[in-house]
């Protein structure tokens, strides 16, 4: 796991409700859209963040699935030792 992928995984845990776009995650975690953007495909290719498409913009938001979670706070955990 990168760091961007980290921190962004932290902003999600921090406000698990949020829905928010690639400019947005990049404001709250203060990293380049485009790096923020490569970051958010590799963990929704995981499932451990959705995508809602709308014609004008995509909302990410974290999991609900409380197995995918627990791999989130492992990993996280695991990062941070």
Do not use: C, N
């Amino acid at each position: 796991m990168t760091v961007i992928q980290r921190r962004i995984l932290r902003f999600f845990q921090e406000h698990p409700h949020a829905v928010e776009t690639v400019r947005g995650i990049a404001s709250w975690v203060g990293v380049e859209v485009e790096l923020i953007a490569e970051a958010l495909k590799d963990l929704q290719e995981k499932r451990w963040l959705t995508a809602d498409e709308t014609s004008a913009v995509t909302g990410y938001a974290l999991t609900r699935d409380e197995r995918l979670l627990m791999q989130i706070r492992q990993a996280v955990k695991t990062e941070t030792k």
